[in-house]
């Protein structure tokens, strides 16, 4: 429940932690996702029949718990902690956040300023949020992008133009729900041939905000 010295704060500062002036694996690691992360074929504890011979000859049956193999299914998980992440699909590739950290810094070339950053369900889901290049003159509103990945597989790598509303405490949900625009690279090995439509989006995000000023 937010109480209403929550209410007091910048939206991002409900959901995650501050970075401003870090470095981005001090911010990552400040936001608690400067993590690695595994997968692995995803098996499950079951009841199985077995029957076998007791001291008077008679054949019984009994229970016995197996480790089956669900198919075509992986979990991920913290390589620090071990804890599971979510179930994926066979063909999932991990974006690792030193990967994701790298799109942040070439963004970071072009002018983009992250302000924060977090997670969610023990870091299944992180995100870094920062002002674009262009000051919009509504002090009510601003131009930012936002960064998003996940390892349980409810989204892609996802960076998004949004106008952030700052005393908007459902913060996540918003920048989504008002995104101007979006860049969705899918967890599979080909997402990183696609890596420069990143400074792409940081490109028309930027117009788009001289426009909506305009």
């Known amino acids: 429940m937010l109480t209403l010295e929550d209410r007091r704060k910048p939206a991002w500062q409900t959901v995650g932690q501050e970075i401003k002036h870090l ?4 911010a990552a690691t400040k936001a608690g996702f400067n993590f690695e992360v595994g ?44 804890d599971p992440l979510g179930v994926v699909g066979e063909r999932y ?14 963004l970071m070339g072009e002018g983009w300023q992250p302000q924060f950053a977090g997670e969610r369900s023990n ?21 930012g992008m936002l960064l998003i990945n996940s390892f349980d ?3 892609g790598f996802l960076v998004v133009n949004t106008m952030m509303r700052l005393e908007c405490t459902n913060a996540l949900r918003l ?18 041939t696609r890596l420069g439509e990143a400074s792409s989006a940081l490109k028309v995000a930027t117009q788009y905000a001289k426009g909506f000023d305009d």
Not at 23 to 26: K, T
Not at 56 to 78: A, N, Y
Not at 175 to 192: D, Q, V, Y
């Open 123 to 143: 870091g299944a889901v992180t995100f870094m949020y920062g002002t674009l290049p262009h000051h919009i003159k509504n002090d009510e509103i601003e131009a």
């Open 93 to 106: 590739n991990v974006i690792q956040t030193s990967e994701t950290l790298t799109v942040a810094g070439a």
């Open 175 to 192: 920048a989504l729900a008002n995104a101007k625009g979006r860049f969705s690279f899918r967890h599979t090995g080909e997402w990183r």
């Open 153 to 155: 597989g409810s989204t």
């Open 23 to 26: 470095s981005l694996n001090d």
């Open 39 to 82: 997968k692995k074929p995803l098996v499950c504890l079951v009841d199985a029949s077995s029957f076998t011979v007791n001291q008077h000859l008679e054949t019984e049956e009994v229970i016995v718990q197996d480790l089956r193999r669900v198919p075509d299914k992986h979990v991920t998980f913290r390589l620090d902690t071990g």
